[in-house]
């Protein structure tokens, strides 16, 4: 079954400060897509950054990394600089390659920022 | 422009009733979806369609009933509703064949008491 773990159901952090949320992913497929999304108290699903598994190079969006491990099955993703407004639960996931498609998610890391 | 859009936004009926959430997307793409979003914000698929046509049917009750009339639209009717279908149903759709991410609606937080 192809799965998704996030082990920080929470989290906070200082504003200005770094944040490092993790994810980890089952999946015997080789080739796939793997995602952040936030979803702010407005309950919209924003898409953060994108990966895909066959590019060795992280992902990055402004002040959004990625730290992909494709033989670790690990996508985590770095905030920096953190702002008021990223405060949100944070969903890691992924879509497969052939067959059905469909995103699978983990349960989130709810991301607090603390002024 | 909205991408993707949902009605409604707030639904709260009584157990037993009937009712429908429609999804409207205008970017074109080919594969619609609707996933619930539980309580404790836990995010899964019920229902996938391509052009019109179901391709992912998750395990999801009869009462559960997904219409596409055109690949724009997506509609969720629930027949007799309970309890433990309170939660945030969200429709999204992608381009079909790229796996690329999907775009989601505002969601409906639907309630039944």
């Known amino acids: 079954a192809q799965t998704v773990t996030q082990s920080q159901p929470e989290m906070s952090v200082q504003e200005a400060e770094t944040v490092t949320l993790s994810c980890t992913y089952d999946?015997?497929?080789?080739?796939?897509?793997l995602f952040w999304y936030k979803q702010p108290p407005s309950r919209q699903m924003i898409l953060v950054i994108r990966?895909?598994?066959?590019?060795?190079q992280n992902a990055t969006e402004n002040r959004f990394s990625v730290n992909f491990q494709k033989a670790a099955k690990s996508f985590s993703l770095k905030i920096s600089d953190s702002q008021l407004g990223d405060t949100a639960m944070y969903f890691c996931?992924?879509?497969?390659?052939?067959?059905?498609?469909?995103?699978?998610f983990g349960k989130g890391t709810k991301l607090t920022v603390n002024p | 422009d909205t991408a993707v859009s949902q009605t409604p936004k707030y639904l709260v009926t009584q157990m037993g009733n009937d009712k429908s959430i429609k999804c409207e997307q205008n970017?074109?793409?080919?594969?619609m979806y609707w996933y619930k979003q539980d309580s404790k914000k836990f995010l899964k698929i019920m229902f996938s369609y391509n052009n019109k046509e179901l391709i992912i049917n998750e395990t999801v009750p009869n009462r559960f009933s997904p219409k596409s009339p055109d690949k724009a639209h997506l509609n969720l009717h629930i027949n007799s509703l309970e309890l433990g279908d309170s939660a945030v149903y969200f429709c999204?759709?992608?381009?079909?064949?790229?796996?690329?991410?999907?775009?989601f609606g505002q969601g409906t937080r639907l309630t039944v008491v």
């Open positions: 970017l074109g793409h080919d594969t």
């Open positions: 990966q895909e598994a066959y590019k060795q």
């Open positions: 999204a759709s992608s381009p079909y064949g790229r796996r690329t991410e999907a775009f």
């Open positions: 999946t015997s497929e080789n080739n796939y897509y």
């Open positions: 996931a992924f879509i497969t390659q052939g067959g059905s498609e469909k995103l699978v």
